[in-house]
């Protein structure tokens, strides 16, 4: 199921985690519009003095982004679901993805009023066993 919603957050960014877990935001890099570590996501958005970004979350078999992701990597996800949060609201979308690891996709990321997001249940590659 495809889900939007279009907000202009107060710190122009917003965060991709556990549907029921924030996890471990990760540190802030200078001129890195988008960050994460193994259980969250954060992303840059449109300053929100230049207007609101419309968030799209959808299964990946259900999203078009058009252009190739600005980011591609997979999310921790428990709880089997995935969310979009922000400092100010701690649930603005949600999607049931059914596995304990999601593929994460983000595209039109950057100086623009859109943000496209989806999730697949692909598995991340197999760590190597250590020798």
Excluded: W, Y
Excluded at 41 to 48: D, E, P, R, V
């Amino acid at each position: 199921m495809t889900d939007s919603i279009q907000l202009a957050p107060p710190n122009s960014l917003f965060f991709l985690s556990d549907i029921e877990d924030d996890g471990t935001g990760p540190e802030f890099v200078p001129d890195r519009l988008i960050l994460s570590t193994p259980s969250c996501i954060s992303i840059g958005c449109l300053a929100f003095v230049d207007g609101k970004t419309t968030l799209t979350l959808a299964p990946s078999t259900e999203l078009d982004l058009k252009l190739p992701p600005a980011f591609t990597g997979f999310l921790k996800t428990p709880n089997r679901g995935v969310r979009i949060s922000t400092v100010e609201h701690p649930s603005l979308l949600r999607l049931t993805t059914g596995t304990v690891s999601s593929k994460s996709e983000s595209g039109s990321i950057g100086p623009s009023s859109r943000t496209a997001l989806s999730s697949g249940s692909e598995r991340p590659p197999e760590s190597p066993s250590p020798a």
